[in-house]
């Protein structure tokens, strides 16, 4: 097990109290809208969490698979689930090695749910490159797909020399290193190695090009303030809408 999935099954049942999950409803609304979701419509949710967005997605009448490398998180979502009274099919696995050719009318990779996470000897390019070709593959002809990364000018503009020097910020690969000692483990006492990579707009626009996407527009992502918007440069996350030709 990643230090991430060791890190999401303890955090699970904290996830939903974070305020950046505040605006799920408007966010589920901003999703049918821009996606233009119609019911029995299949959605893939890549890194869906505790399935905030998949349930809801659900609910409004959509064919729904989420996959999460988290069983904890996991957990959470086949709750709320049944609390809304709607079948979701979950799947426990790490969403780089997820693929279902031709399955899909939308995938949504939302709030760093499985991209710019990386764990032991992941390469931040190489993982990524899988992760975007397996959801090229298992959309269909047509099909339209949303994702949220970090924003690595928020990064560049955040961190010193001194932070590069101290191992704190990769500069070769724009990821933040970070050590999480309270929260992985039942007793707290297992150390993780924590690895975020934030990126620049022209460089997911190439790599979903490279991965047969068409990108249709870069916005500011931040979770709690989507919309069809310029990126700022202190801007958290942003947000890619791209097709598969």
């Known amino acids: 097990m990643n230090d991430w999935a060791k890190f999401f099954d303890t955090f699970a049942r904290q996830y939903d109290g974070e305020i950046f999950t ?32 998949a349930v809801g997605l659900a609910v409004a009448g959509l064919e729904v698979t989420g996959v999460d490398i988290s069983s904890g998180m996991l957990t959470v979502a086949r709750e709320r689930a049944e609390s809304a009274g709607v079948s979701v099919e979950f799947v426990h696995s790490n969403a780089a090695d997820f693929v279902r050719p031709d399955a899909f009318d939308v995938v949504v990779c939302l709030c760093e749910g499985a991209m710019c996470l990386y764990a032991g000897e992941d390469d931040p390019l190489d993982r990524d490159m899988k992760l975007l070709s397996n959801i090229h593959a298992s959309l269909r002809a047509g099909g339209r797909f949303l994702l949220n990364v970090l924003n690595a000018c928020r990064a560049i503009r955040r961190f010193t020399d001194e932070d590069v020097a101290s191992g704190q910020f990769d500069m070769v690969n724009l990821t933040e290193v970070s050590e999480a000692p309270a929260l992985l483990g039942e007793d707290g006492s297992e150390m993780g190695t924590m690895r975020e990579r934030g990126y620049t707009a022209p460089e997911i626009r190439r790599m979903l090009s490279w991965t047969g996407f068409e990108v249709k527009g870069v916005y500011g992502g931040t979770a709690g303030n989507w919309g069809l918007r310029p990126a700022k440069l202190d801007e958290y996350e942003l947000m890619i809408f791209a097709n598969k030709p």
Do not use: S
């Open 22 to 53: 505040k605006n799920t409803e408007v966010e589920l609304r901003f999703l049918v809208e821009q996606l233009k979701l119609k019911p029995e419509q299949r959605v893939l949710d890549v890194g869906c969490g505790t399935g905030r967005h």
